[in-house]
């Protein structure tokens, strides 16, 4: 299952983005939707852009590690605060809603 603003195109435009640490390009691609574009900003997002990068490479414990200490921690426990940023399973392609 895909986000809700998913598409080939912005799902490659946000990978750029991560790729190349520009939180300007991701910045532009989230237009301000969600909480974390309220506390991700250009000093944290090359730790951010880390945790999306160790999440696609299956190590969700440092990812969500590295989101707790970014304030982008789970809600209750659930795990539903991933939706945020990322996760396994059907909130990985969202990326943050991408």
């Known amino acids: 299952?895909?986000?809700p603003?998913?598409?080939?195109?912005?799902h490659t435009a946000m990978e750029k983005a991560f790729?190349?640490?520009d939180y300007s390009?991701?910045?532009n691609?989230?237009?301000d939707r969600g909480r974390v574009t309220q506390i991700i900003n250009k000093d944290n997002f090359a730790k951010f852009a880390e945790a999306h990068e160790l999440?696609?490479?299956g190590d969700f414990?440092?990812?969500k590690k590295i989101r707790q200490e970014l304030g982008l921690g789970l809600k209750n426990g659930s795990g539903q605060g991933m939706r945020g940023g990322f996760s396994k399973g059907n909130n990985m392609e969202n990326c943050a809603n991408h």
């Open 61 to 63: 414990e440092r990812a």
């Open 19 to 21: 790729e190349a640490n």
């Open 55 to 57: 999440a696609e490479k």
């Open 29 to 31: 691609l989230m237009q």
């Open 25 to 27: 390009a991701w910045k």
């Open 5 to 10: 603003n998913y598409s080939t195109e912005r």
């Open 1 to 3: 299952v895909k986000g």
